[in-house]
Nanobody, 114 residues
Framework: QVQLVESGGGLVQPGGSLRLSCAAS????????MGWYRQAPGKQRELVAT???????NYADSVKGRFTISRDNSKNMVYLQMNSLKPEDTAVYYC????????WGQGTQVTVSS
């Protein structure tokens, strides 16, 4: 069974930065899209950013200019650099991987608060 493990979440003050990482428990022959989603209390899960194998990137309007997604195909990892964090970025962040199937991580909590 494939596991995706997120790390890098935590508590940060408004305006601060965090870097999330996501690692797959095994290698894949081919990974298509990788991405980050988030879910705040009482809200639906929403897309934050996705990146294709070829490097095409899509961001939610709310994070454009503040967040940067990247991936390392050799390590089957995806990253999310989050700068200028706002209280409304508070959520559980999940990574997603599309390969032979669709896989989700367990989530990592990001809390932005003074």
């Amino acid at each position: 069974q494939v596991q995706l493990v997120e790390s890098g979440g935590g508590l940060v003050q408004p305006g601060g930065s965090l870097r999330l990482s996501c690692a797959a428990s095994r290698s894949f022959f081919f990974i298509y899209d990788m991405g980050w989603y988030r879910q705040a209390p009482g809200k639906q899960r929403e897309l934050v950013a996705t990146i294709s194998r070829g490097g095409n990137i899509n961001y939610a309007d709310s994070v454009k200019g503040r967040f940067t997604i990247s991936r390392d195909n050799s390590k089957n990892m995806v990253y999310l650099q989050m700068n200028s964090l706002k209280p409304e970025d508070t959520a559980v962040y999940y990574c997603k991987l599309d390969a032979s199937g669709t896989y989700w991580g367990q989530g990592t909590q990001v809390t932005v608060s003074s």
